[in-house]
C-alpha cells in the first residue's frame, strides 16, 4: 500500500505540482536567494536538461549532470537558511536575529542532546525543511523557517530553563556564619 502511494504521489508531484516551479531555471540563473542576485553562483560549464523533459527528470539530469555545482550551491543555500541574516536586512534587525535565534539554535540543539525523550517530529520537520530549501530554494523573505520559529522559541526556551537549572545548581551556595 505504502508503495502505491509513493508512486502516486511522485505522478502527482512531477506532473502537476512541479510544474509551476521553475527549479532547474533557478539553477541556471545561479540563484542562492530566490529572486535576489546576492551570492549568485556562476554557472559557466553547467550543463543543463532538455525543457522538454518531465520536471523530476530534469532535476536529476541536472544534479547528475553538475554534482559539484549542486552540492556548492545546495551548501550555500542551506548556510543562508540556516544563518537567517541577509545583508539586505537592516542592522537592527541583523543584530536582532543573532542575538534572539542563535541563542535558541543553541538551546534547542542542548534540548535534544540532553533530552531523554527529545521530539522526533521537530527534528525530522526541520531536517526536510532544510533539505528541500537547500535542494531548491531560499527564498528573499526567509519565509521558509519562519514557521520553525515558535518551534525554536518552545525548545530553545525549555533548554535554557534546563541549562541554566544545571548551571546554576553547580554554583557553592554560602554557607551560614557559625556563632562562636
Known sequence: MATLISIIFVIVLDRYLLTTFQIVETYARGEVIYVADIFSVTTNGIRFPEENNSPILRIIYFIIQNSIFFIKISF??????????KPYYSAIHNISIISIIYPLYFFTAWFFVNSKNPSKAFITVFVLQAAIVSATSEDWDSRHIIPLLPIFITFGGAGAYHYFKIKLQKIPTPSAPVAP
Request: positive net charge; charged residues 10%.
Open 76 to 85: 550555500l543555500k542551506l548556510s543562508i537558511y540556516i544563518l537567517y541574516v
